[in-house]
């Protein structure tokens, strides 16, 4: 059984630019979450998707977007980045949509906006 | 916004000594959830309770859920400077994803 994983593991990004960050979920999951968490914060929940649909969303604008593919690995989009993005993006799997199960976190994406 | 609130926000103790986290919630839950997080990587899931039960127990942790007064309790027993880590209670408010706090930051000193 594999653990989630995500990628790239750090990215430095420049104001105003576009990041895709990456996750695969825990084998047998079929729902993703993703979280943004800020320095000395609590993770901050901003979508989940289940079989390929969002399925709840989070306080997040429009320009942070995602995406499901059919093996259940999902992307995170952040169009015109701003300075408050930089924080730890987490993935996390489930085997059945909404929080009734424990969550699988992977190890999470340090994004540095410059 | 956050439902759940950890106290203290930092805990320091001995290694051997029992370490007790605190969290406080404002809306009824289906369950609560703790998670330990190391050094600012992933989550690690660490116990869940559910609404209807008061207490549950998982190695040296003992988890206790009041509902009547909205708030739950974290022990771990005999620490370990393995043990130093942040701990973030999370909450399902309903058929809603997770509402995490802001942590407790326990350091235990060998």
């Known amino acids: 059984e594999t653990g989630v994983t995500q990628s790239p593991t750090h990215l430095i990004k420049t104001r105003g630019q576009q990041v895709t960050l990456r996750c695969s979920s825990q084998?047998?999951?079929?729902?993703v979450s993703w979280y943004q968490q800020a320095l000395g914060q609590g993770p901050q929940f901003i979508f989940q998707y289940y079989r390929e649909e969002e399925n709840g969303r989070g306080n997040f604008p429009p320009r942070f977007s995602g995406l499901q593919f059919p093996n259940y690995s999902s992307e995170l989009n952040v169009n015109a980045l701003e300075l408050d993005d930089s924080a730890l993006y987490l993935c996390a799997s489930s085997p059945i949509p909404g929080s009734t199960y424990e969550q699988y976190f992977g190890p999470g994406t340090r994004l540095t906006v410059t | 916004s956050q439902q759940g609130e950890e106290d203290p926000q930092a805990l320091s103790i001995q290694e051997g000594e029992n370490a007790t986290m605190n969290c406080s919630y404002k809306?009824?839950?289906?369950?609560l959830q703790w998670y330990r997080q190391n050094s600012g990587r992933g989550l690690v899931h660490l116990i869940l309770?559910?609404?209807?039960?008061r207490e549950k127990h998982s190695g040296r942790l003992r988890v206790t859920l009041d509902t009547s007064k909205k708030s739950s309790s974290l022990l771990i027993t005999a620490s370990r400077a393995a043990d130093t880590a942040s701990y973030f209670c999370a909450t399902e408010p309903g058929n809603t994803p997770l509402v995490f706090g802001k942590g407790t930051r326990l350091s235990v000193i060998a």
């Open positions: 809306t009824s839950i289906n369950n």
């Open positions: 084998s047998g999951h079929n729902t």
């Open positions: 309770i559910r609404s209807n039960e």
